[in-house]
């Protein structure tokens, strides 16, 4: 990226993924959203164009992209379904942490099918008992032999009881964030087992639900990583999960934006468009100036992360809550600017509210955001 514009490559990529949520997925994302339908061959068809591997390197069989170009996918395909691209950010964070910290044997295993999404790949970090305090995780994972026999239980995983693999933090050894490393396990290991899927208000294109371990036999050579490093490569895939996530928000958020741009020119009450009204403007105005305001960070964010800057972190926590915060402002004022109208499953402005408000809560919430930025500040 130069100073403030997108290359003629980015643009490239940003097209591309624009015309396959044009194609594959804004037509169908009312039907996912109200039938709770799972498109899983929809998402396969997004791996067909590398978006399964986005930052997996070359050399294992991704497309090694930087953060800012992922951003451009998720925001582009959020513009259709942010629940659809929000699964897949999912999925591309998961492939690149055994890419980045697995041996060549975790990797030769279970890369090639994740990059064609034969295989989906879950992230496991909540539990029951530990969401913000994500160190607290109490998962145990017993040296046994060859193998690690773990039990535990994980909370909201998206994709649970669907996918095939589960990258999860797992105990080790002492308590706190030292003694958490990280298994890859599968699905169909003797031992797992899921909650029933959760009802949520909004993410209905795709499955949530508790993941199970009862004294499941993992291979060694399944370890992320070293013992112990689990929580700083949970850590280091939430950076650029949380600029995903910040992306979906501003891609639903544009699509809101657009449609209120168009409903409120063709809307007319007290004999003119609702779009001529002064008040009209100002809304629409500030919704774009918001929204360009939180693009410019997220951009500049994922530059960093990409270039591994010292301060990456602080920028993608800052980047995280306020395009979060300003997606769910964004799409609420564009269901205002609907009337009743945007209250209604006609229109595509409910559907985004619903999506979008999780936001500000996975992938850290917004608070615990803030306290990122402010540790930072006040070590400095």
């Not at 899921?194 to 209905?204: I, T, V």
């Not at 305001?293 to 972190?313: E, F, G, I, M, S």
Request: charged residues 25%; proline residues 3%; contains cysteine.
């Amino acid at each position: 990226m130069t100073q403030f514009e997108l290359t003629d490559e980015q643009r490239q990529i940003q097209e591309m993924a624009r015309a396959f949520t044009a194609d594959a997925i804004t037509p169908h994302a009312a039907e996912w959203d109200e039938k709770h339908i799972f498109p899983r061959e929809t998402i396969r068809a997004a791996a067909e164009l590398g978006f399964a591997s986005i930052y997996v390197s070359e050399e294992s069989g991704g497309i090694g992209l930087g953060r800012l170009e992922s951003a451009l996918i998720m925001e582009a395909m959020a513009y259709g379904c942010p629940s659809t691209s929000a699964f897949i950010s999912i999925h591309n964070m998961a492939a690149w942490m055994i890419d980045r910290f697995g041996a060549q044997a975790v990797k030769d295993k279970y890369l090639p099918s994740l990059i064609t999404m034969d295989k989906l790949a879950s992230y496991c970090l909540t539990e029951p008992g530990s969401g913000s305090d994500a160190a607290a995780l109490k998962t145990r994972a017993v040296k046994d032999g060859d193998d690690y026999l773990v039990t535990g239980t994980k909370q909201f995983i998206s994709g649970g009881g669907e996918n095939e693999i589960y990258v999860t933090m797992v105990r080790t050894g002492e308590e706190g964030p030292k003694g958490i490393s990280c298994l890859v396990i599968e699905k169909d290991m003797q031992g797992v087992s899921f909650g029933a899927q959760e009802r949520k208000l909004g993410w209905h294109s795709q499955p949530t639900a508790q993941v199970n371990l009862d004294n499941v036999r993992v291979p060694a050579e399944n370890l992320v990583g070293a013992e112990g490093e689990g929580f700083r490569i949970a850590m280091m895939g939430l950076d650029g999960g949380r600029l995903n996530i910040g992306a979906c928000s501003l891609g639903g958020a544009q699509r809101c934006l657009d449609e209120a741009i168009a409903y409120t020119k063709d809307r007319q009450q007290f004999g003119k468009a609702i779009a001529d009204f002064q008040n009209t403007q100002f809304t629409l105005a500030d919704m774009d100036t918001e929204l360009q305001a939180a693009r410019a960070l997220l951009y500049l964010a994922a530059a960093k992360v990409t270039a591994n800057a010292p301060d990456k972190t602080r920028f993608a926590a800052m980047a995280k809550r306020f395009a979060t915060d300003t997606g769910s402002s964004v799409v609420d004022r564009a269901l205002q600017l609907h009337g009743g109208y945007g209250y209604l499953m006609d229109y595509p402005i409910e559907r985004f509210w619903r999506d979008l408000r999780v936001h500000s809560i996975l992938e850290g919430t917004n608070q615990v955001m803030r306290m990122i930025v402010g540790r930072e500040l006040v070590r400095q």
